[in-house]
């Protein structure tokens, strides 16, 4: 976008004073609010700023229309877990990994109703479906690291292939993150302690466990 036209965009919404980054975020917490209590379909700007505290013309100054906004919440998301995993490095400790990120659902109830409209959202919008898939390529590339790190170190088992075992890791945790705003008594932190356990104990190596390709190499038996 050209200067002058980023001006005279700027001129229209009109500027509003203050803190824009600490603003920005303000309206994205307000519209993960709004979607968690209401869903997507009835999450509109004037709903978002009225939650904010703020006049719609605010928001539009930040964000041109409802396409808008969503998609950089979905983007806040999504950093916010990439800041999690930069945090713990390439080699990472699986357990402390997961037991974060369970804790990130289990202390947040906006969390996985806000994520699972958005997914449900992208069914319907190619341009955003293209944002998640984006995003979600890198996460699953960055957990697939970590997991062959960890096999690399002899602390998760490398019978299954690092992105095998990444997927299921995921699929693992979003299914619990799913339930537990819908049966938080079940989800107790002693309960999550020991789900994470459980997990830990399934990925650990087997002893004497051999990859696939090795238990039919010459001379072996089938």
């Known amino acids: 976008m050209s200067s002058d036209k980023a001006t005279a965009q700027a001129a229209r919404r009109g500027r509003p004073t203050g803190d824009h980054t600490a603003k920005r975020e303000a309206l994205l917490k307000a519209a993960a609010s709004v979607i968690a209590e209401e869903g997507y379909g009835n999450a509109s700007l004037r709903k978002v700023a009225q939650r904010a505290g703020y006049t719609t013309g605010a928001v539009t100054y930040y964000f041109a229309n409802k396409e808008e906004l969503v998609t950089a919440l979905a983007e806040s998301r999504f950093d916010a877990y990439d800041a999690m995993l930069r945090a713990h490095g390439p080699s990472a400790d699986m357990k402390a990994l997961f037991e974060e990120w369970l804790a990130t659902a289990a202390s947040d109830p906006e969390f996985w109703p806000v994520v699972s409209q958005l997914l449900m959202h992208a069914r319907y919008e190619p341009a955003f479906a293209a944002l998640i898939e984006r995003r979600n390529a890198r996460t699953?590339?960055?957990h697939t690291s970590i997991v062959a790190a960890g096999q690399a170190r002899g602390t998760v088992r490398d019978d299954?292939?690092?992105?095998?075992?990444?997927?299921?890791?995921a699929a693992t945790a979003d299914g619990w993150m799913m339930m537990i705003p819908f049966e938080s008594e079940r989800f107790t932190?002693?309960?999550?302690r020991a789900l994470v356990d459980a997990t830990m104990t399934l990925i650990s190596?087997?002893?004497?466990?051999?990859?696939p390709a090795e238990s039919t190499a010459a001379g072996d038996t089938p």
């Open 189 to 192: 932190p002693s309960r999550l």
């Open 205 to 211: 190596p087997a002893s004497g466990s051999r990859r």
């Open 140 to 142: 699953r590339a960055i």
């Open 160 to 169: 299954i292939p690092a992105d095998l075992l990444a997927d299921h890791l």
